[in-house]
C-alpha cells in the first residue's frame, strides 16, 4: 500500500483549508509536519481557521497538531482558545463517557444488552483517546425487542423524549424507525436511543445482519474498563453509510473513516469488500474511503483502489463534496438537494428511491408533532410533510433538484 498525495482544496487560494487538513490527523510524517510549520508561517485568518474547525468539529485535532508542532508561530489569543475548547471538550467527553457507563450498568443489571455505539466508543477504537474527538450526544444500540424496557429505564433517570408520541403511534414508530433521542434538562445529556443501525429502518436501508452484528462484537477500553462494541469492518461501514446520509457535510465524519483505517491496519479488507457487496452497500463505502484518502491521506489496499477508479459515480460525488466542503456558500443540503444524493449513491436506483421518498413525503416524529390527527386519518401526513418541507424551505430547490435529476 502506498501513501498518496493529499489534494488540497482550492479555496479562494487561502491555505486554511490546507492547513485544516493537514492538522485533523493523528499520525503525521515529516513532510507533512514541515508542510503545517510552513502554512503556519503564511498570512492566516486565525479567525477564520478556528470557526471553520469549530464548525467541522475538528477543533481538538488542529489544537494537538498546533500544539505538538508548532506552539510558538501560533498567535497566543488563538492557541488559548484552541486550549480551552480542547480541555471543555475533554471534560465534557469523560463526563459522557461515565453517563454512558452507567446507564449501560442499569441496562445490563435489567437484563438488557446493550452495545456503546459511535461517540465514546468510537473515540477510543478510532482516535485512542477520548479528548480528541467531539461529541454532543451518547448512542446506545438495543434489540428491537428490548426498546420499550430501555426507554422505561431511561426514564426512571429523568430522561425525556425529544419527540412526545401518543401511545397509539408508539409501535408504528419503533417499526419503522430505527432510533429515538432522548434527553436529561439538569445536565444537557441527550441518548439517542438505537435499535437499528441507520435511523430510518424502511429506507436509507443497509440490511446488515444485525443478530449477527450482536455475535462479533470486540472488546474496547472506556473509562479505564473494557466493553464489547462493534467490530472495526462492521463499524468502518457504519460509518460510511452515516456520513453518506448526511452527505459528508462535516470533515468530523471524514477523520472518523481515517482514523478507524489508521488504528486498525488489520482490517479484513477482502470480508469488508464482499459484504458490503452482498448489502449493495459498495458506493457508499467506497466514497468515505476516497474521501478519507484524497482529504487525509489515509492509505488503502491497491485492491481498493482499482474499484474506487471503476466508479465513475463514486469518483463523481467526492470531486463536489471536496469543492464544497470549505466552501463559504456551504453548510446542510436543502432536503431536495439531498433526496437527490440519495439517488446516485446507491449502486441500484430502485434501492435510492425509498430514500428520495423519506426525506420528501414520508411522516416523521416533527410532522405528528406538528399537526396531530386521528389514526382513522393518518394517511394525510404524506400529504402534509412535502408542503410543511416547502413552506419551510421555499419551491425553487425543489425545482432544481428535478432539473439535476432529470
Known sequence: MSKPCTKVLKTDGRPEAELLLYAARTCLDSEETERIRALVREDIDWTYLLRLALSHGVMPLLYRSLNIHCPDAVPKGALDQLQGHFFANAARNLFLTEELLKFMDLLEANGVPVIPYKGPALAASAYGNLALREFGDLDILVHERDVPRAKDLLISRGYRPNVELPSAKEASYIQFRGARGFSRGDSGVCIDLHWGVTLHKKSFSFPIDEERLWERLEPVSLGGRTVHSIPPEELLQILCVHGSRHC????????????????????????????????????????????????????????????????????????????????????????????????RIRERLWDGVPDFLQMVITPDGKDWEFLPLPESISFLYYLLRPIRLIGKYGVNPLRRSLRRAA
Open 248 to 343: 459528508w457535510e462535516q470533515l468530523k465524519w471524514i477523520c472518523d473513516i481515517a482514523e478507524l483505517v489508521r488504528a486498525h491496519q488489520g482490517l479484513d479488507w477482502k470480508r469488508l469488500m464482499e459484504e458490503a457487496r452482498s448489502l449493495h452497500n459498495s458506493r457508499m463505502l467506497l466514497l468515505g474511503l476516497l474521501l478519507a484518502r484524497d482529504l487525509l491521506g489515509a492509505i488503502l489496499p491497491e485492491e481498493v483502489l482499482q474499484t474506487m477508479r471503476a466508479d465513475r459515480v463514486v469518483k463523481s460525488l467526492a470531486a463536489q463534496i471536496r469543492e464544497r466542503i470549505f466552501a463559504e456558500a456551504g453548510g446542510p443540503l436543502r432536503v431536495f438537494e439531498s433526496s437527490l444524493f440519495y439517488l
